[in-house]
């Protein structure tokens, strides 16, 4: 993700015995430190094809200063996602809400150090 605006990644996702590939569209709000994403996914195995969209919502919460941390901008927050495959058309098989735990793995040439407002 840049500082600012729109940006696009990979993610990997293991729920219910399956493996989801996909991509994250999301967008950097920096006077908010928060992150706003669109989640999509597909996997395929013999029998069907089963796809995953959702959105997340996350926030910066501190600077950590561990010397394993490249950058040390913490990630949390929530993602809702709906869970299909071909089997059923158009019906949702599950939906799930899940807690967001990560962290800005890049530091780019930002120096700026976003700070958390409650």
């Given at each position: 993700m840049?500082?600012?605006?729109?940006?696009?990644g990979a993610f990997v996702l293991f729920s219910h015995g399956e493996i989801?590939?996909?991509l994250i569209a999301a967008v950097a709000d920096p006077t908010h430190v928060?992150?706003?994403?669109?989640?999509?996914?597909?996997?395929?195995?013999s029998a069907l094809t089963n796809k995953l969209n959702g959105t997340m919502h996350a926030r910066a919460l501190h600077n950590n200063t561990s010397p394993f941390n490249s950058v040390g901008v913490q990630l949390?927050?929530?993602?809702?996602?709906?869970?299909e495959n071909t089997a059923m058309p158009d019906a949702v098989l599950r939906i799930e809400t899940m807690r967001v735990l990560g962290f800005k793995q890049t530091g780019g040439s930002s120096?700026?150090?976003?700070?958390?407002t409650p």
């Amino acid at each position: 993700m840049p500082s600012a605006g729109g940006g696009l990644g990979a993610f990997v996702l293991f729920s219910h015995g399956e493996i989801y590939v996909g991509l994250i569209a999301a967008v950097a709000d920096p006077t908010h430190v928060s992150l706003d994403g669109v989640l999509q996914s597909s996997t395929s195995t013999s029998a069907l094809t089963n796809k995953l969209n959702g959105t997340m919502h996350a926030r910066a919460l501190h600077n950590n200063t561990s010397p394993f941390n490249s950058v040390g901008v913490q990630l949390r927050g929530h993602a809702m996602l709906d869970f299909e495959n071909t089997a059923m058309p158009d019906a949702v098989l599950r939906i799930e809400t899940m807690r967001v735990l990560g962290f800005k793995q890049t530091g780019g040439s930002s120096s700026a150090t976003p700070t958390p407002t409650p």
